[in-house]
């Protein structure tokens, strides 16, 4: 388990193989988003990363800076077979992956 | 909420925040968004929708500040409804970009918005009715 906690947003990374586990608690905004994006991307470039499940339940507010960051990996890892996987999210989560038509393009578990 | 429908009687005072033009400080307009409505008694789903709108239409102005610049937000309460007014001194004389993403939330969170560039400030205007309930 690696933990990196800031003002706002705590990332774990559980699982570390073919199909981690990223754990977000707090909140992802234009703040927090890079440091995620910094988080991830590395597991999204990994040849050997099949699947990425992000878990969502701790994340207390998200907006489109937030949501960006999982479209982007969603593409990255799509584009070499690879998938995206949403665990998990609050009803103000997927409320809002519902007004943005993210719901139906994205994982959602 | 009144009998009447409105949100509060007419004279209540503005409300002001500023701050600099960082995005570690959004959460402080998210915070007095959210504290302002639930005093007006909308409902939880309002409240979230509002600290999101609130942020979407901040962090356009974080993303084209001017450096060193602060960030003025007004939240005054309307017969209809909390209007939050924004604006940032900004060099980017063009007009307001939003991405798609954010367009969407705007459009979907609050009644009215409007994002533009006016005497080289950015500016936006939001207004949120609470759902008339019975």
């Known amino acids: ?109 | 909420v009144s009998a009447e429908g409105e949100v509060a009687p007419a004279g209540v005072a503005d409300v002001q925040l500023s701050f600099p033009s960082e995005a570690r400080h959004l959460r402080l307009a998210r915070l007095t968004a959210s504290g302002l409505a639930g005093d007006l008694g909308f409902t939880i789903d309002e409240i979230e929708e509002l600290r999101l709108a609130v942020d979407e239409a901040c962090a356009v102005l974080v993303e084209e500040a001017s450096a060193g610049s602060h960030i003025h937000l007004v939240y005054r309460i309307d017969p209809d409804g909390l209007v939050i007014e924004g604006r940032c001194a900004t060099d980017d004389g063009a007009g307001a970009r939003l991405h798609p993403v954010a367009e969407a939330i705007l459009s979907t969170t609050v009644d009215e918005y409007r994002v533009l560039v006016d005497e080289g400030q950015k500016c936006f205007r939001l207004l949120k009715r609470p759902t008339e309930r019975g």
């Open chain 1, 1 to 109: 388990v690696s933990g990196d906690s800031d003002h706002g947003l705590e990332i774990d990374l559980l699982d570390q193989g073919p199909t981690p586990v990223v754990v977000l608690t707090g909140e992802l905004d234009p703040y927090t988003a890079p440091r995620f994006a910094d988080a991830i991307d590395p597991l999204q470039r990994e040849e050997s990363v099949s699947q990425i499940v992000v878990d969502l339940a701790g994340v207390r507010f998200i907006d489109s800076s937030g949501l960006r960051v999982l479209i982007a990996a969603e593409h990255a890892l799509a584009e070499r077979g690879g998938r995206l996987v949403l665990r998990a999210p609050s009803p103000a989560t997927r409320r809002l992956l519902e007004i943005t038509d993210l719901l139906d393009r994205l994982n959602v578990e």
